[in-house]
Nanobody, 120 residues
Framework: QVQLVESGGGLVQPGGSLRLSCAAS????????MGWFRQVPGKQRELVAR????????TYADSVKGRFTISRDNAKNTVYLQMNSLKPEDTAVYYC?????????????WGQGTQVTVSS
């Protein structure tokens, strides 16, 4: 059974920091691209950051470049999102995603989400 379990969300003041974690089980973590997405009510889920299986080639949405950092620890089957200089517009439910393309089959799994609220 595949599980992606996010943690670390909460309420933070503008300018503050949070670190999200996503612990994976039931998959061969080291072959999966891992990503963080976020969604606010009434809008589509958007990609925030993504990282390759070995930790190389992280990519970021323009809105978070220079403020957020994605990383992973394959020994712990965990991916992280360090969020600094948070803004009210970062408020959303943040979801962890694991993705692995094997031939023509795309294995994609989601966590349950964790709420991040940036407010004074």
């Amino acid at each position: 059974q595949v599980q992606l379990v996010e943690s670390g969300g909460g309420l933070v003041q503008p300018g503050g920091s949070l670190r999200l974690s996503c612990a994976a089980s039931g998959i061969i973590f080291g072959v999966y691209h891992m990503g963080w997405f976020r969604q606010v009510p009434g809008k589509q889920r958007e990609l925030v950051a993504r990282i390759g299986p070995s930790g190389s080639t992280p990519t970021y949405a323009d809105s978070v470049k220079g403020r957020f950092t994605i990383s992973r620890d394959n020994a712990k089957n965990t991916v992280y999102l360090q969020m600094n200089s948070l803004k009210p517009e970062d408020t959303a439910v943040y979801y962890c995603n694991g993705d692995y393309l094997f031939g023509f089959v795309d294995y994609s799994y989601w966590g349950q989400g964790t709420q991040v609220t940036v407010s004074s």
